[in-house]
């Protein structure tokens, strides 16, 4: 007969093994998960893409969704099904389905609550998941959104979105860490900087980025003065702050990383081989042959070590907490050259953050539920500080 000790440690095995069920699945009630997407933004599309792969993978054993699109006007409403995804492309106010119901995110008695404007109803939600790439969804605001109604989210808080959106502000952080990245001029309208004065200092050819955008949009190779002042308005149409970016000769490789920002984990690596000139905006989704994707990257040994190493590092310095992707240059030499950080990284069927993990042996579906998982343990967290003085 197995003695006590073995029989708790076989039952303490069991519980494990069922993950999440005992927490939030058919042993206790379901949590209601926020699918958050759209947005105010200029990769709204990009985000109905990902928001419709997130609601299919959705343990629905554990989890309840509830489907939240935000227009580009910026409203918001609720849709009864998944369905929306197939109905449209897009939400805009003067073009909405026929179901959409207006609704807002308010705190009720002390915890957050869906309004619905149309019959005022109240609908409790447990945690949300923003799919929000970009502008007035990656960079902060949401989030703060999240932490006044007192919400759970998944995905990184207010400082470290607002910090990985702005690649001005994520350069200075690198410069102070260490963490090894190209050279790069901030461009603004207020101050004119010629081609000459940037080639001088960075080379040609080179890059401007909006310094406050995604998913490449706006973002362009400069190899001529002819081209430089059409390139530069359009990148000024994005943000009113522009990097100028030296050129890094090199592979494309990224990592996915996610959990607590005190323990972070990373995935094997991925490699991208663009087929345009760059990874652009329609490489990325436009053209089904704009990429080859090579996961795992071809990348061993201590240069794996490394790799991880250094996103994790890069994942902890920029105050992440939930999921970022780090994207790299692996330079001739083996060096590597942080590119930058997404902190809402794409989730459509070619995106690289979950293939990622995929490759390192954590399911599409087990990702989103290890997500939420520690968006409720990050919540959980915070709610044991104190916020009065004098109690």
């Known amino acids: 007969m197995k003695s006590l000790k073995a029989l708790s440690d076989l039952h303490t095995n069991w519980l494990n093994g069922l993950n999440l069920k005992t927490t939030f699945g058919k042993y206790r009630m379901k949590k209601t998960v926020a699918l958050i997407f759209g947005g105010n933004s200029a990769e709204h599309e990009v985000s109905l893409r990902s928001a419709r792969n997130i609601s299919e993978a959705l343990d629905k054993d554990a989890f309840t969704p509830v489907i939240i699109g935000i227009s580009k006007e910026g409203s918001w409403y609720r849709f009864p099904d998944a369905s929306v995804f197939t109905q449209t492309t897009k939400i805009i106010d003067a073009q909405l389905p026929a179901n959409a119901e207006p609704v807002a995110l308010i705190p009720f008695q002390g915890k957050p609550v869906l309004y619905s404007l149309k019959d005022h109803s109240k609908t409790s939600l447990d945690i949300a998941f923003p799919i929000l790439h970009g502008t007035m969804g990656e960079d902060g605001t949401i989030q703060g959104l999240f932490k006044m109604v007192q919400l759970p989210f998944v995905g990184c808080g207010v400082w470290g979105s607002a910090a990985g959106m702005d690649k001005e502000i994520m350069k200075r952080l690198f410069a102070e860490a260490n963490i090894p990245t190209a050279r790069y001029l901030l461009l603004t309208p207020y101050k004119e900087t010629s081609y000459a004065e940037i080639t001088a200092q ?4 080179f890059f401007i980025k909006p310094a406050n955008a995604g998913s490449s949009v706006g973002v362009h190779k400069v190899k001529s003065a002819e081209e430089f002042a059409t390139k530069l308005k359009d990148a000024f149409q994005f943000d009113h702050k522009v990097l100028a970016e030296e050129f890094v000769q090199g592979r494309e490789i ?9 323990a972070p984990e990373a995935s094997l690596p991925g490699e991208i081989i663009p087929q345009h000139d760059f990874y652009s905006y329609e490489a990325k989704y436009l053209d089904d042959n704009g990429a080859l994707l090579k996961i795992p990257a071809d990348v061993h040994g201590d240069a794996l070590t490394q790799l991880q190493n250094l996103a994790k590092k890069t ?17 001739a030499n083996g060096d590597f050259c942080v590119n930058e950080i997404n902190t809402l990284p794409g989730f459509t069927k070619i995106s690289m953050y979950p293939k990622m993990w995929e490759a390192t ?3 599409y579906k087990d990702l989103i539920t290890k997500l939420i998982k520690v968006g409720f343990e990050k919540h959980k967290e915070e709610k044991s500080l104190k916020t009065s003085y004098l109690d």
Do not use: A
């Open 202 to 205: 960075l080379g040609s050819p």
């Open 315 to 331: 994942y902890q310095v920029m105050g992440c907490d939930g999921l970022t992707r780090v994207d790299f240059f692996l330079k």
């Open 254 to 262: 990224e990592c996915s990383v996610l959990g607590h920002n005190r």
């Open 361 to 363: 042996g954590l399911s």
